[in-house]
């Protein structure tokens, strides 16, 4: 039996499904029963019949899987598996914005704590942001924890008031315009697709802005045979799937993310194989109800304002 047989038998035994985000590398993702966008995976995690759900992914999204669904046991498949931009805003910073400015609505990207959302008025995605912000009553937005983001969301919704906090994803921050610059040099005619998460520059240079999920599409309903490509790497792995006759370039050759990369399949296999064993994602009942409500009014918000994705 080979390694993708064992943890297949495993799933089947233990009654378990494998969600894993793009940025996971290429055999993790080929040993997982989904693979998505924050946004599509934790639309996902509601609709899975399996007992137990093994998140290849950072801590974010496994938290995010437990908070719309209480009743499963959530496992990551390595629980040292963080975001750095999650831990740039805590609980306490919120509850201050708030005090500070009480008419904006605090619009938390899903890359939080449950501790942050618990205490904001509305979650959104990089791939819902913009519709979710577009859609709120309130004028004044405070966007935590990611800048670049923000800024993005605010370009694109000039009719909202913005303040910005000062967090931002190292993967994506260290891509800089020179980096860009060299690389259409390099490749020249390549089409480049940038994830929100990196600088305004960056952005501002590129051919299409998207979350992960929307990289993919893009790649996959356009003609042009060359891309440069600007977020983790991970998504190497379906974009050449998907496109056999098309040719993917970073914009440069950090782009990675340190946690996504500690998720392997050995570890899916052996948090399987002993999964009585393993700490599940465990969060405070009342801290959970909270948490979950601008979680699901994001799930509302983005589907009724034409969300299909
Ligand atoms: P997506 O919402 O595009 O999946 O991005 C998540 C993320 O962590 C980006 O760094
Ligand atoms: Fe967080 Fe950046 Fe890693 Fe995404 S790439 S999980 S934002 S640290």
Redesign the pocket.
């Known amino acids: 039996m080979d390694k993708y047989e064992t943890i297949d038998k495993l799933k089947r035994e233990k009654d378990a499904v494998i969600l894993a985000?793009?940025y996971v590398d290429a055999d993790v993702q080929k040993a997982a029963d989904f693979v998505g966008?924050?946004?599509a995976l934790a639309k996902k995690a509601t609709g899975v019949s399996q007992q137990n759900i093994l998140f290849a992914g950072v801590s974010f999204m496994g938290e995010s899987a437990k908070l719309l669904n209480p009743d499963k046991h959530v496992y990551m498949a390595d629980p040292c598996a963080g975001?750095k931009m999650a831990d740039m805003v805590t609980a306490e910073d919120v509850l201050d914005i708030k005090s500070r400015y009480p008419n904006a609505a605090v619009v938390c990207y899903v890359?939080s704590t449950a501790a942050v959302k618990a205490v904001s008025d509305v979650c959104v995605?990089?791939?819902n942001a913009v519709r979710v912000v577009r859609s709120l009553k309130e004028k004044q937005i405070y966007f935590i924890p990611d800048a670049h983001l923000a800024q993005f969301v605010a370009k694109e919704v000039p009719e909202k008031e913005f303040i910005f906090h000062n967090g931002y994803?190292p993967?994506?921050r260290q891509i800089t315009k020179e980096d860009l610059l060299r690389a259409k040099a390099a490749h020249p005619g390549a089409l480049t697709l940038s994830?929100p998460?990196c600088r305004e520059e960056v952005l501002a240079a590129s051919d299409f802005v998207g979350?992960?999920?929307d990289i993919i599409r893009f790649a996959r309903e356009h003609d042009a045979d060359t891309y440069l490509i600007a977020t983790?790497t991970g998504v190497f792995y379906p974009l050449t799937q998907e496109n056999p006759g098309k040719r993917f370039f970073p914009v440069q050759a950090e782009q990675l993310?340190p946690d996504m990369k500690l998720v392997s399949l050995q570890k899916l296999k052996s948090v399987l194989e002993h999964l009585d064993e393993q700490p599940e994602i465990i969060l405070d009942q009342a801290l959970m109800e909270q948490a979950k409500k601008p979680l699901e009014r994001m799930l509302l918000l983005a589907e009724s304002n034409g969300g299909n994705k």
């Open positions: 985000h793009y966008d924050s946004y975001c890359n995605t990089s791939s994803c993967t994506h994830h998460e979350s992960t999920a983790e993310c």
